[in-house]
């Protein structure tokens, strides 16, 4: 399957800034769309960010604004510039990505490990 590894989490004070990246491994031919989901304890699962192929972004009100969503396509690589960080930005962020397999053209919806975001002062 493909696998996808996340990175740039950590600790930062309300105010401050975070770039997470997200890098897709294995056989793909063609990705459809990459996006950021993120989950608080006792919430579930929300949608952040979304870009799509054609370059079409989506984010939550929560974060318009404050957020960046973009990919590199010659790496395949997604990125999340989070901007203004406030305390309830606080949760694991996910990393998502759809597209067709370069082996037998089936198409795959893989996740990331997550990776932590924690602002606080």
């Known amino acids: 399957q493909v696998q996808l590894v996340e990175s740039g989490g950590g600790l930062v004070q309300p105010g401050g800034s975070l770039r997470l990246s997200c890098a897709p491994s294995?056989?793909?031919?063609?990705?459809?769309?990459m996006g950021w989901y993120r989950q608080a304890p006792g919430k579930q699962r929300e949608l952040v960010a979304s870009i799509s192929s054609g370059a079409t972004t989506n984010y939550a009100d929560s974060v318009k604004g404050r957020f960046t969503i973009s990919r590199d396509n010659a790496k395949n690589t997604v990125n999340l510039q989070m901007n203004s960080l406030k305390p309830e930005d606080t949760a694991i962020y996910y990393c998502?990505?759809?597209?067709?397999?370069?082996?037998?053209?089936?198409?795959?919806?893989?996740w990331g490990q997550g990776t932590q975001v924690t602002v606080s002062s």
């Open positions: 998502n990505v759809n597209g067709r397999r370069s082996d037998n053209y089936a198409p795959f919806a893989s």
């Open positions: 294995g056989s793909i031919l063609s990705i459809n769309s």
